[in-house]
């Protein structure tokens, strides 16, 4: 079983950045494909980014293309969501998600077993 846990959440003004990390233990996190999902208040949950295993390839959702930067470091176990430029519509609970089955649409939910628990970005106007 692998634990993810996310931070960095918070509150920021619209065009404001906040940086998401999550913590991964329990499985070795190298062999992963890790993503950012997030969910707005009476939507539905969205892929937002993908970083592979290994080389560390990337996919952004076209809504958070050229704001948000996904990178990991194996070392700490940890995988980020730099998001600059956010607006109010970036509110939602952010979650963390990994699998070592590899996937083949990175930004849909049912190719990830491994979930945290979330943490909250709210942007004001």
């Known amino acids: 079983q692998m634990r993810l846990v996310e931070s960095g959440g918070g509150l920021v003004q619209a065009g404001g950045s906040l940086l998401l990390s999550c913590v991964a233990s329990?499985?070795?996190?190298?062999?992963?494909?890790m993503a950012w999902y997030r969910q707005a208040p009476g939507k539905e949950r969205e892929g937002v980014s993908y970083?592979?295993?290994?080389?560390?390839?990337?996919v952004y959702a076209d809504s958070v293309k050229d704001r948000f930067t996904i990178s990991k470091d194996n070392a700490k176990n940890t995988v980020y969501l730099q998001m600059n430029s956010l607006q109010p519509e970036d509110t939602a609970d952010f979650y963390c998600?990994?699998?070592?089955?590899?996937?083949?649409?990175?930004?849909?939910?049912?190719?990830?077993?491994?979930w945290g628990q979330g943490t909250q970005v709210t942007v004001s106007s």
């Open positions: 970083i592979s295993r290994g080389r560390g390839l990337t």
């Open positions: 998600a990994a699998t070592n089955r590899g996937v083949g649409d990175p930004l849909q939910a049912y190719e990830y077993d491994y």
């Open positions: 329990g499985r070795t996190f190298s062999i992963h494909d």
